[in-house]
């Protein structure tokens, strides 16, 4: 079936369906990966975006087990591609792409001139897109939604250490604010020897007196200023003095909750190869991204950490004396590059 990818200022890409055949409305995204896709698909920073990946050719190595997702299923609206490939090689496949998406209830195009939408977006900015086919459906604006509360675990869960043998004890607890966690977050810390405990983003957890010695405020979708419980429960954790680390979201989520403001970037940064600078060095890490908000005033006490490349914009801040760090990018990318898994060691070593 033929479907049409509508913008809201009334321009109209025709397409071949390859997903599940629903209308879907949301924000319209870009990213530069060429490699990933079920990672990118899983995403839960996603949540509420129609994603356009700008590489020509995806599906080629099909989709593999759950075990290699960042969450329990597909987190993006829609998807639109260039060329689809439903012909896949790969060992580890277990489904094709489309087999995915219909599974899934996620609608997908193949449309083939996604250069002329990448550019509308950088030239015009992220804008509210609709996928439709039979019936006509009406716009949705994601960014007003609290998408965390959406994707957020609704229970505690915890995780014990990944080289845990038999009495041999973790060495440090992370709790774990859930505002739409990958799960190789939580991998990496778990195979560092850390326990961590995962809760919902609005738990309470210094009332609850949870024991613990560190903190990660994790990645997740949407405005960071949907999520004024979480942000003052992290004001209260910052009066503990314990480690704090912030990821993506968290990053942002530090800064409004330490007396900084965010602000919604043109049209994001998403993809695998996004250049940071550490400031002060002549360092240049290549991150992957996936985000919509950045920090625009650096909170007092703090001080820029990591700059982007490219725009020059925050991509991270750090506390002048105080055990608290955050990054914009995301140093567990997976797929992606490891350029950054250092952090988690410093934020090891900080608690």
Known sequence: MN??????????CEGT??????GVAGEIAFSTSMMG?????????????????????VGNYGVPRKEHWESEHIQVSGLIVSHYSNFPSHFQS????????????????????????????????ATLVKIEFENKIEFIDPNIQNLVGMVSTKRIIVHEPANLRGLQRHSKTVVLIDCGVKANIIRELTKRNVKVIQVPWDYDFIESGMDYDGILVSNGPGDPKMVQKTIEIVKKAL????????????????????????????????????????????????T?????????????????????????TNEGI???????MSVQFHPEAAPGPFDTQWLFDKFIQMI
């Open 17 to 22: 369906s390859f997903g599940y055949e629903k």
């Open 239 to 286: 009066t503990k003095g314990k480690p704090l680390f912030g990821i993506c979201l968290g990053n942002q989520i530090l800064a409004l909750a330490s007396g900084g403001d965010t602000y919604k970037l043109p049209f994001g940064h998403r993809g695998q190869n996004q250049p940071c600078e550490l400031i002060g060095t002549d360092k240049c890490y290549i």
């Open 318 to 324: 750090i506390h002048n004396s105080l055990p608290f």
């Open 94 to 125: 277990k489904m094709s792409l489309s087999e995915w998406l219909i599974q899934e209830q996620i609608p997908a195009l193949e449309i083939s001139d996604t250069r002329f939408i990448v550019k509308k977006i950088r030239d015009e900015g």
């Open 3 to 12: 479907g049409r990818l509508i913008f809201s200022d009334g321009t109209v």
């Open 37 to 57: 896709y079920p990672e990118s698909l899983t995403d839960p920073s996603y949540k509420g975006q129609i994603l356009t990946f700008s590489y020509p050719l």
């Open 288 to 312: 992957t991204q996936n985000h919509g908000f950045a920090i625009g005033k650096i909170p007092s006490g703090f001080k820029p950490w990591f700059i982007n490349g490219n725009d020059k």
